[in-house]
């Protein structure tokens, strides 16, 4: 069975696998090869997710979610209509959707998935991810990051090669950059930096604003405060849509023009918006977040110990590569022109199908390709100091210094601060400031049980471990009595817990036996589920998916799906009986 590669991104998704050792891309059930990671709850409360629902946003902003990618790992939830969703729920809709593309082009069933995260996302996105795979019925037991998925991609044709290369990678709501060393079949990355919060969306909201502030100067009007607050919503909607085209049409034409017709009503009257746009006006509202990249490319460089000469290749991947200022930018740097030569909207879809194939052992790391990632972020916990003689929490002691190759364990022991302190709380932080509210917070935990003694004289070790999905455990040991507590990273805020997780799976559940399709299928169904207890094995695993699938056609109410599955779950049972 196929384990697929995702590209799970902000704007753009893009699904890929292996066929006779090399990736392809597997086009959507619409045919496309990439599919907007976009969500639409219709108003007969059906979802649909990709292309439909991006097109059809501007008359319905608040049933749409987009960019949902930004907000996994929090605590926040999207709405969309009347419904609450936690980020994984949304993004376990398009992965399922990908995983039903896939399954239909490739004609067997789908369980397992390498899913692709941005380098610097922190343990709990990289955990929502794995939740959200959970919840669309995918293990996914490994996750790579993006530019190391690229640099995969692009090494796979280039094995015989020895460089350095330099991925690029500015999507539509991340940035990335890693340095990668190819050397005898092995990519080697050397060291990653970059922003979350750095993508194409960003331009998209800095040219919607633009938009409206000088509609504003040559005309009065705000379009952002007149009408109802729906109306807003639906005018911010489409003209954001319109900011895309335009953004994508000013990587190839120096001046576009913006013509958005009937716009909103003022005084009874229709405005409509009817300017243009150089590709000056473009850059210069851009200008600082495309700078802040290369201060970051400069982070990775020094990091990776390597000057700009030494690198061979810049390799850029991501939609928002497109923009001409960006490859300027980029090419001013390094005093030579990127490789276009790869997709960028595909790249990294590739390389996960390739990781895929190095996980269910069909391509052979002996003889082909091997990878080798790092942490791109310093992990650590906080300490007391002692100052003048007053014990002063607050600081941060660092345990994995960023980019250090993964997977990864260190120790580091720790002395009590006080006289018979019977307890310490193991606060874990991200980042490099030597002081840990400058830092991002991952999680605490209790260790307690330390014997009484004077301060100093009991030891508490302190070890973390970040395995090759880039996901942190953290044990603490009492060394004189063996005592150990450990992390439980899992319980952070932003990560869905067990029983989240089972409340989303009934309530994903929940939506196809509510389609008035389920009357025609319902004892099918009935007989189906009864029939998994009796089976083991392959038969199980076909007749699990078969359920799964006609599940998710009924919730999407596809009438032709359910039909399909209904006559493959009959044959099936005839079959099995
Ligand atoms: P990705 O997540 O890599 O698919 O990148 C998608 C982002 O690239 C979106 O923000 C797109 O608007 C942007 N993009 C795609 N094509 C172009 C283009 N020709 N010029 C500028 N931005 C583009």
Request: glycine fraction near 8%; include cysteine.
């Amino acid at each position: 069975m196929a384990i697929i590669g995702i590209d799970l991104g902000t704007t753009n998704s893009a699904v890929a696998f292996l066929k006779n050792g090399k990736p392809e891309i597997i086009p959507n059930l619409d045919g496309a090869r990439t599919t907007p990671s976009v969500f639409q709850l219709t108003i007969g409360d059906e979802i649909i997710i990709g292309q439909d629902a991006k097109s059809s946003m501007p008359g319905a902003p608040d049933r749409t979610i987009t960019e949902v990618k930004r907000s996994m790992g929090t605590d926040v939830t999207v709405t969309a209509g009347n419904q609450e969703y936690r980020p994984e729920e949304v993004s376990a809709q398009i992965l399922r959707y990908l995983k039903k593309s896939a399954e239909d082009f490739l004609g067997e069933a789908v369980t397992e998935a390498v899913v692709t995260v941005p380098a610097y996302f922190s343990d709990s996105q990289r955990k929502a991810t794995q939740k959200a795979g959970e919840l669309a019925g995918l293990k996914v037991e490994r996750i790579i990051n993006e530019p190391t998925a690229a640099a995969i991609a692009y090494g796979m044709e280039n094995l015989e090669k020895d460089q350095n290369i330099l991925v690029y990678d500015l999507g539509g709501g991340t940035f990335d950059v890693s340095v990668v060393e190819i050397f005898e079949g092995v990519v080697e990355v050397k060291a990653s930096a970059g922003d979350n919060h750095l993508g194409g969306v960003d331009f998209d909201n800095a040219l919607t604003e633009w938009i409206s502030t000088n509609f504003q100067k040559q005309e009065g009007i705000d379009l952002f405060s007149i009408g109802s607050q729906k109306e807003i919503n639906e005018r911010k909607a489409r003209i954001k849509l319109e900011a895309e085209n335009i953004k994508k049409s000013l990587s190839s034409q120096k001046t576009v023009a913006i013509n958005l017709p009937f716009i909103a009503m003022h005084n009874n009257a229709p405005i409509s918006i009817n300017t243009s746009i150089t590709r000056e006006e473009f850059e210069a509202m851009i200008g600082d977040m495309a700078r802040k990249t290369i201060t970051e490319v400069e982070k990775a460089l020094s990091d990776s110990k390597l000057s700009v000469d030494e690198i061979d290749e810049v390799l850029l991947v991501g939609g928002s590569t497109r923009i001409p200022l960006i490859q300027q930018l980029v090419e001013e740097k390094f005093g030579k022109k990127a490789k276009k030569d790869i997709n960028p909207d595909e790249a990294v879809a590739l390389g996960a199908a390739i990781q895929g194939g190095i996980k269910s052992g069909e391509i052979d790391t002996s003889q082909s390709i091997m990878v080798i990632d790092v942490c791109p972020y310093t992990l650590g916990t906080e300490v007391v100091k002692n100052i003048g003689g007053q014990v002063v929490p607050g600081f941060f002691d660092p345990i994995i210094p960023r980019n250090s190759s993964i997977p990864i364990s260190e120790s580091k022991v720790y002395y009590t601060a006080n006289d018979n302190q019977t307890r310490v709380n193991v606060n874990v932080f991200q980042g490099d400031n030597q002081y840990i509210d400058q830092n991002i917070f991952l999680g605490e935990f209790l260790l307690d049980g330390i014997p009484a003694a004077p301060k100093g004289e009991e030891a508490i070790e302190v070890k973390f471990s970040y395995d090759i999905n880039g996901t942190l455990q953290v044990e603490a040991t009492i060394v004189s009595t063996g005592k150990k507590a450990s992390s439980v990273i899992k319980a952070q805020a932003g990560v869905m817990s067990d029983e989240e997780v089972n409340f989303a799976k009934d309530r994903l559940d929940k939506e196809w036996n509510q389609s008035e399709l389920y009357n025609e299928v319902k004892s099918v169904i009935t007989r189906g589920e009864r029939m998994l207890g009796e089976t083991t094995g392959l038969e199980q695993e076909k007749l699990f998916s078969l359920l799964q699938n006609i599940k998710i056609a009924l919730s999407r109410n596809d009438k032709a799906m359910v039909k399909k599955y209904e006559e493959e779950l009959t044959d099936l049972l005839i079959e099995l009986v």
